[in-house]
């Protein structure tokens, strides 16, 4: 199966999946994320603003942003990737449907601790399978420190062989 098939295959399922109320599994996701992040204690996160077919992390959001001074980071799509910005309402609707906070300032260097990943599906390698634009992958590469990676999804949808490149990215939690 090659991955752009892949892709498809689990999109549809994520699709159909996103029909149904997944609040109380998007809620233990979220729990499970908030664990890891009292383990390694990070000041700096880039989280997700969520679509609808991903897991809905904007509990998590509240949550750190309330009783937490842990520095949250959203994507702010820019060029073939992604710059991070400061997350902060109101959020607007941009390309892909994906909502974003204005640009404000964008910061070109950040080391951050813990980065959360939303994914269509994973290979057998554990490696990234996306939505094809490449944005996440671009952007990792130019870290210079590689953050605690914790990918999301509802659902596990895993292809049972090597259809990812050795770009593409890896965890080191996955939360289902």
């Known amino acids: 199966?090659?991955?752009?098939?892949?892709?498809?295959?689990?999109?549809?399922?994520?699709?159909?999946?996103?029909?149904?109320?997944?609040?109380?599994?998007?809620?233990?996701?979220?729990?499970?994320?908030?664990?890891?992040?009292?383990?390694?204690?990070?000041?700096?996160?880039?989280?997700?603003?969520?679509?609808?077919?991903?897991?809905?992390?904007?509990?998590?959001?509240?949550?750190?942003?309330?009783?937490?001074?842990?520095?949250?980071?959203?994507?702010?799509?820019?060029?073939?990737?992604?710059?991070?910005?400061?997350?902060?309402?109101?959020?607007?609707k941009k390309k892909f449907g994906i909502k974003e906070p204005k640009i404000s300032l964008s910061y070109k260097k950040i080391d951050f601790d813990i980065v959360v990943v939303p994914v269509v599906g994973i290979d057998v390698t554990y490696r990234r399978i996306g939505y094809g634009a490449g944005m996440y992958d671009r952007f990792f590469e130019r870290l210079e420190k590689k953050p605690i990676t914790i990918f999301t999804q509802r659902f596990l949808c895993k292809c049972n062989k090597t259809i990812t490149s050795s770009y593409d990215i890896k965890p080191d939690y996955i939360v289902v």
């Open 1 to 92: 199966m090659s991955k752009k098939r892949f892709r498809s295959y689990c999109l549809k399922k994520l699709k159909f999946y996103s029909r149904v109320s997944n609040i109380k599994k998007d809620i233990q996701i979220c729990s499970t994320i908030l664990d890891i992040i009292d383990l390694y204690k990070p000041k700096k996160i880039l989280l997700y603003v969520p679509l609808s077919i991903e897991v809905d992390i904007n509990y998590l959001i509240k949550y750190l942003r309330r009783f937490t001074k842990i520095d949250i980071y959203v994507p702010y799509m820019s060029g073939d990737s992604f710059i991070a910005v400061k997350y902060r309402l109101p959020l607007q």
